[in-house]
């Protein structure tokens, strides 16, 4: 892997081509302020750009980051060709663009889907809605 994109960083995280050089977002895109609550932003950020097996070490800091969605998004709407974001590698972010060529807005579409879910399991016990019907 090239050194030179080593430097990345996510909105929020003060710095970095491609990830917002206000810390922000691209372009200094304001509502892109994930970055922020992100697990990975007080890491070396050279450990989410790294080959092989150590990429299953990389995704797993994304496990339970409260921002997965929102990364995930920003890396395939940017087309961001580097790194681990979202708990996805480069490869597998390349199979899912070209499985879904017709996606405009992968943020909408990750944060639709999630708030089917958020709808579908009840917050107080995680059983889903159907479960209570039954």
Not at 48 to 69: H, M, S
Request: charged letters at 35%; one cysteine or more.
């Amino acid at each position: 892997m090239c050194r030179t994109v080593s430097g990345l960083r996510p909105p929020g995280r003060g710095g970095g081509r491609d990830r917002g050089e206000d810390g922000v977002g691209v372009g200094g895109d304001d509502t892109e302020t994930w970055g922020e609550g992100a697990v990975c932003r007080t890491g070396d950020p050279d450990e989410l750009f790294v080959e092989g097996a150590a990429q299953n070490r990389a995704k797993a800091v994304c496990t339970g980051c409260p921002v997965r969605t929102e990364c995930l998004a920003y890396a395939l709407d940017h087309r961001i060709e580097h790194g681990i974001w979202g708990g996805m590698t480069e490869r597998d972010r390349r199979a899912l663009l070209r499985r879904r060529p017709l996606v405009t807005s992968w943020r909408r579409l990750l944060e639709a889907a999630r708030s089917e879910h958020e709808r579908l399991v009840r917050p107080d016990d995680g059983a889903p809605d159907w479960e209570a019907t039954a």
